[in-house]
């Protein structure tokens, strides 16, 4: 019957015809699809494999500090501190508040503890204020790398110091960021105490009073620190001529510039900011066009956040 019914309808024949050869295109694509499909889907179930494999990695080095009033030089160091971080991908972070029940010198303890407990750092900078960045180029990293390089026991080292004529300068230091960090932290606040006890006057010491007292009688915890020659990481200018025993006065080819007590060495109303303005020329810049400026917020972007 079928075959009589195709007699008697040709029409019914071309339409077989193209059913079959419609069909037949059909799968030919889906097998086509299929060659191009798989192999996407393979890749993406072993980008998904390796992610659960393979912890994230932490940003390598955030830069700190805190401002609590107005100053001239507002600006111009934010912009340093800024400039820098998003040049090497770094993160900057910033407080404009201090409410330390030791003091407001005591803060940046406060702070760094705040942020080692967010466990998304390797290593903090702690950078006074006061300071600018003088050559953008150079990568805060390799100098701890270097440093580290000569000691013994590299991971046993929790701090990264300066000092200056009067002994240990805190302005800018760098810390490792982990749980036995906080322990030393710990160990310097209830110095402290001990400390202040044995003063005839009642004041309150500075933080890095308390440090420098600390490392000189605690052999263990002096350990745990490693001494950086302060050209490298905290010069100061000529005008507070207050070096250690290896460095000099800021050169143009150094890292950091810090005018710690201005105020003491420098005439005028406003001794910190004049010196920022005279050294801002001779600050290397680098070429902002060639940064990632992403702001931060996802783990493993470089940013700039404000606590």
């Known amino acids: 019957m079928f075959v009589r019914a195709l007699r008697r309808n040709p029409s019914l024949i071309l339409f077989l015809v193209i059913c079959l050869l419609v069909g037949w295109q059909l799968g030919a694509r889906e097998g086509d699809l299929r ?6 889907r393979e890749r993406y179930a072993a980008a ?3 992610l659960k494999e393979e912890p994230k990695q932490k940003n390598r080095l955030a830069i700190v500090t805190f401002v609590t009033d107005q100053r001239s030089y507002l600006h111009l160091s934010l912009k340093n501190h800024d400039h820098y971080a998003r040049r090497h991908g770094y ?16 803060w ?26 003088m050559d953008t180029g150079i990568k805060v990293t390799d100098i701890i790398n270097e440093t580290l390089a000569t000691v013994p026991d590299p991971d046993k080292i929790e701090y990264l110091l300066t000092h200056d004529c009067n002994g240990l300068n805190s302005g800018s230091y760098i810390l490792r960021s982990r749980q036995s960090a906080i322990d030393l932290m710990n160990l310097i606040r209830a110095f402290k105490s001990t400390m202040e006890k044995g003063l005839e006057e009642d004041r309150q010491l500075s933080e890095q009073d308390v440090m420098g007292e600390l490392f000189k009688v605690d052999k ?25 025993h290896e460095s000099h006065e800021w050169q143009p080819h150094d890292f950091v510039i810090h005018f710690a007590g201005a105020w003491a060495h420098v005439k005028g109303d406003d001794p910190t900011g004049q010196l920022m303005k005279k050294y801002e020329p001779w600050i290397k810049w680098g070429d902002w066009d060639s940064f990632d400026w992403k702001v931060g917020g996802k783990e493993g972007d470089s940013g700039w956040h404000v606590l």
């Open 48 to 50: 998904q494999a390796s």
């Open 35 to 40: 060659d191009v499909v798989s192999p996407i």
């Open 108 to 133: 940046k303890l406060d702070m760094l503890e705040r942020l080692i407990k967010l466990d998304k750092w390797d290593w903090l900078w702690w950078m006074d204020f006061d300071t600018l960045i």
């Open 91 to 106: 993160d900057f972070i910033i407080d404009y508040e201090a409410h330390p029940p030791l003091g407001t010198p005591w």
């Open 220 to 244: 263990n915890a002096a350990e745990r620190t490693v001494r950086v020659q302060q050209q490298k990481l905290n010069a100061f200018p000529k005008e507070i001529a207050c070096f250690d």
